[in-house]
Nanobody, 115 residues
Framework: QVQLVESGGGLVQAGGSARLSCVAS????????MGWYRQAPGKQRELVAV???????NYADSVKGRFTISRDNAKNTVYLQMNSLKPEDTAVYTC?????????WGQGTQVTVSS
């Protein structure tokens, strides 16, 4: 059974930082691309950042220079370090594992940035 469990969300002041973590189980973590999506109220879900099994990284333009995705294969964990947070970063952030057969999604964690 595949499980992705996110943590690290919460209420943050604008300009502050937060780090999200996602622990994966039930997959061979090191073989898969991992990503973070977010969805704000009334908006479409968007890809925030992705890191491949080879370490290639892509970011949404809206977070470039502020967010950093990383992974620790020994801990089956992917991280999203978020700096210089803005109110428009408020959303539910969800971890995704992209395997050959399908994608697996976590439950999501709420990040609220107050102005």
């Amino acid at each position: 059974q595949v499980q992705l469990v996110e943590s690290g969300g919460g209420l943050v002041q604008a300009g502050g930082s937060a780090r999200l973590s996602c622990v994966a189980s039930g997959i061979i973590f090191s073989r898969n691309a991992m990503g973070w999506y977010r969805q704000a109220p009334g908006k479409q879900r968007e890809l925030v950042a992705v890191i491949t099994n080879g370490g290639s990284i892509n970011y949404a333009d809206s977070v470039k220079g502020r967010f950093t995705i990383s992974r620790d294969n020994a801990k089956n964990t992917v991280y999203l370090q978020m700096n210089s947070l803005k109110p428009e970063d408020t959303a539910v952030y969800t971890c995704v594992a992209d395997t050959r057969l399908r994608s697996y999604w976590g439950q999501g964690t709420q990040v609220t940035v107050s102005s």
